[in-house]
């Protein structure tokens, strides 16, 4: 069973940064795609970045120069550097692990950028 914890979400002013962390209890975390998706209040799930094992990166469009994703295979980790945040950023922040026919969330994490 994959378990996905993130961490890391909060109350944060605009123009601010934020790193959420999201820890994987499973053994194929080095080879698995790993990514982040945000949900919005009223607003479908969408793809904010994710790395491959290979530690090629995809950025959505909104996000691209903002925020980094990175991994650290040693820890099971992946992590989301967020910064210059903006309002339209407030969203619930979820990490993703996808390999073979396996395809795991976390519970969400919630980033709130307001001043």
């Known amino acids: 069973q994959v378990q996905l914890v993130e961490s890391g979400g909060g109350l944060v002013q605009p123009g601010g940064s934020l790193r959420l962390s999201c820890a994987a209890s499973?053994?194929?975390?080095?080879?698995?795609?790993m990514g982040w998706y945000r949900q919005a209040p009223g607003k479908q799930r969408e793809l904010v970045a994710v790395?491959?094992?290979?530690?090629?990166?995809n950025y959505a469009d909104s996000v691209k120069g903002r925020f980094t994703i990175s991994r650290d295979n040693a820890k099971d980790t992946v992590y989301l550097q967020m910064n210059s945040l903006k309002p339209e950023d407030t969203a619930v922040y979820y990490c993703?692990?996808?390999?073979?026919?396996?395809?795991?969330w976390g519970q969400g994490t919630l980033v709130t950028v307001s001043s």
């Open positions: 993703n692990l996808r390999y073979r026919a396996l395809d795991a």
């Open positions: 499973v053994s194929i975390f080095s080879v698995a795609a």
């Open positions: 790395i491959i094992d290979g530690g090629r990166t």
